[in-house]
C-alpha cells in the first residue's frame, strides 16, 4: 500500500480514521465550500500544507470511503467540492484540452548509397550522411528525389 492519507492511520493492517485529523478533512471541505481559498480553508481548518497537497486532499476520493478507507466525507460534499474546483479553475483558465496530434508529413524509410568517409567532426559526419539521401518515401507513397538540398516529388 503506498502513501496513507491525510486523517487515516493504519492499525493491524486496517485504516481506521483518525478522529482529530479527520475533524480538520471536513472543516477544509466546509471552508473550500463556503467559498474560501485553498490555503485560507487549509488555514482554518488547521492543516499545514502546500496548494497542490491541499488540492490533491479535496479530489481524493478515499475520503467518501472504499473497500479498505472508511468514509470521513459524505458523498454530496466532495462532489460539491470537486464542482467548485472545476468551476474555480476553469474561471482562472486552468482548464486545458488536450490538442489534436498532428501527422508529422516525415518519410517511413529512405534510399540511401553507400558511404565510406569518416569526419571527427560529429556535424560533418552528419552533414555526410544526409547528403547520401538519394530518395525518401513520404507518408502518403510519393517519393523524392534528394540531391544536395533539392528535392523534388517523383
Given at each position: 500500500m503506498g502513501h496513507t492519507p491525510y486523517g487515516y492511520r493504519i492499525e493491524n493492517g486496517k485504516a481506521?480514521?483518525?478522529?482529530?485529523?479527520?475533524?480538520?478533512?471536513?472543516?477544509?471541505?466546509?471552508?473550500?465550500?463556503?467559498?474560501?481559498?485553498?490555503?485560507?480553508?487549509?488555514?482554518?481548518?488547521?492543516?499545514?500544507?502546500?496548494?497542490?497537497?491541499?488540492?490533491?486532499?479535496?479530489?481524493?476520493?478515499?475520503?467518501?470511503?472504499?473497500?479498505?478507507?472508511?468514509?470521513?466525507?459524505?458523498?454530496?460534499?466532495?462532489?460539491?467540492?470537486?464542482i467548485e474546483r472545476m468551476r474555480r479553475a476553469e474561471n482562472l483558465g486552468r482548464i486545458w484540452e488536450k490538442k489534436a496530434l498532428i501527422e508529422s508529413p516525415a518519410p517511413t524509410f529512405f534510399f540511401i548509397a553507400e558511404g565510406n568517409k569518416q569526419f571527427d567532426d560529429p556535424f560533418k559526419q552528419a552533414e555526410y550522411a544526409y547528403s547520401l539521401i538519394e530518395t525518401e518515401v513520404n507518408a502518403n507513397g510519393g517519393q523524392c528525389e534528394c540531391n544536395s538540398n533539392t528535392r523534388k516529388e517523383a
Amino acid at each position: 500500500m503506498g502513501h496513507t492519507p491525510y486523517g487515516y492511520r493504519i492499525e493491524n493492517g486496517k485504516a481506521v480514521v483518525d478522529q482529530e485529523k479527520s475533524e480538520k478533512i471536513k472543516m477544509l471541505f466546509e471552508a473550500y465550500l463556503s467559498g474560501d481559498s485553498l490555503a485560507t480553508a487549509a488555514k482554518k481548518a488547521g492543516i499545514k500544507a502546500f496548494h497542490a497537497g491541499i488540492g490533491n486532499i479535496l479530489k481524493n476520493k478515499r475520503y467518501v470511503g472504499d473497500g479498505f478507507y472508511p468514509a470521513i466525507i459524505d458523498k454530496a460534499s466532495f462532489e460539491a467540492a470537486e464542482i467548485e474546483r472545476m468551476r474555480r479553475a476553469e474561471n482562472l483558465g486552468r482548464i486545458w484540452e488536450k490538442k489534436a496530434l498532428i501527422e508529422s508529413p516525415a518519410p517511413t524509410f529512405f534510399f540511401i548509397a553507400e558511404g565510406n568517409k569518416q569526419f571527427d567532426d560529429p556535424f560533418k559526419q552528419a552533414e555526410y550522411a544526409y547528403s547520401l539521401i538519394e530518395t525518401e518515401v513520404n507518408a502518403n507513397g510519393g517519393q523524392c528525389e534528394c540531391n544536395s538540398n533539392t528535392r523534388k516529388e517523383a
